[in-house]
């Protein structure tokens, strides 16, 4: 097999890491509105939006990670 065979899956894996990068600064950026403080202080927690950036953006990066340096 050639070595250019993997170049495609590094390319993605490098697209999902930017975009997992991506993910989690904008979760912290929606983490810290005035909306979502509010909803922090009255419930204890983040909202579930900012969870779901937060989770994307972590299994992006894994995926992305992986798939970056999988030979």
Same mark, same amino acid.
């Given at each position: 097999? *050639?070595?250019?065979? #993997? @170049?495609? @899956?590094? =390319?993605? #894996?490098? !697209?999902?890491? +930017?975009?997992?990068? #991506?993910? =989690?600064?904008?979760? /912290?950026?929606?983490?810290? *509105? +005035?909306?979502?403080? +509010?909803?922090?202080?009255?419930?204890? *927690?983040?909202?579930?939006? +900012?969870?779901? /950036? $937060?989770?994307? #953006? !972590?299994? *992006? /990066? =894994?995926?992305?990670? $992986?798939? /970056?340096? &999988? &030979?």
């Amino acid at each position: 097999m *050639s070595r250019r065979s #993997g @170049l495609p @899956l590094r =390319a993605i #894996g490098i !697209a999902l890491l +930017v975009l997992g990068a #991506g993910l =989690a600064f904008w979760g /912290f950026q929606l983490s810290e *509105s +005035v909306g979502s403080q +509010v909803t922090e202080l009255v419930t204890g *927690s983040e909202t579930d939006r +900012v969870m779901m /950036f $937060y989770l994307s #953006g !972590a299994v *992006s /990066f =894994a995926v992305g990670l $992986y798939l /970056f340096l &999988k &030979k």
